[in-house]
């Protein structure tokens, strides 16, 4: 007999074993956000077992002790980066791809969080650089995000950050880009008259 609750809960298992702590809090939250789940559900369980309300209330502190400190460690981190004005004046990013990982990592809470392509938009209108064609090659560059492991697709709207692309992403803003940057040039015209 097929059940779904128990295969929603091994294919959620399998997919976030793997994950650092604060990656699989992170999917955690969005989850329990993202289909409104409160504390109904937890009242409801709460009340059926006092040793379930204990335990719950337990590790209740210890989720708000390490969001706390997780809290923490990111306001902290988020003053070691430079702007995106920054980054642009510094010419940081070599490519488009670069810039959107730059704009996703920004959009995220520096990968903490997920973001959308309309975040990613937002990003190109606060630096000054969105262009029609910009827009137009947002989903192609997202996917080539996606392909380098920069991204992940949460589902149709949403992405977070995987921790490779966290982790270029800070190389690219401290100034080490790898990417190799591509001179616009005027084409000749080569009809003869």
């Known amino acids: 007999m097929f059940d779904p609750e128990i295969e929603a809960i091994a294919k959620c298992t399998e997919l976030i074993k793997d994950l650092e702590k604060e990656s699989k809090f992170r999917v955690i939250k969005y989850l329990i956000e993202r289909f409104g789940i409160g504390m109904e559900y937890s009242n409801q369980y709460q009340s059926t077992d006092t040793k379930t309300e204990s335990k719950l209330l337990m590790n209740q502190s210890e989720q708000d002790d390490d969001e706390v400190e997780f809290t923490e460690a990111v306001q902290q981190e988020n003053n070691d980066y430079p702007t995106l004005k920054d980054l642009l ?25 997920t973001f959308t392509k309309d975040n990613i938009l937002e990003k190109y209108k606060d630096n000054n650089r969105y262009s029609k064609s910009n827009a137009a090659n947002l989903s192609n560059n997202l996917k080539t995000c996606v392909k380098k492991d920069w991204i992940k697709s949460v589902n149709d709207d949403d992405f977070i950050m995987k921790d490779e692309g966290k982790s270029y992403a800070k190389k690219v803003i401290s100034g080490n880009s790898e990417g190799v940057e591509r001179k616009s040039s005027k084409r000749k015209n080569t009809d003869q008259d």
């Open 89 to 113: 004046i510094k010419n940081y990013p070599k490519t488009e791809t670069e810039w959107i990982l730059c704009y996703s990592f920004y959009s995220s809470s520096f990968g903490n969080d």
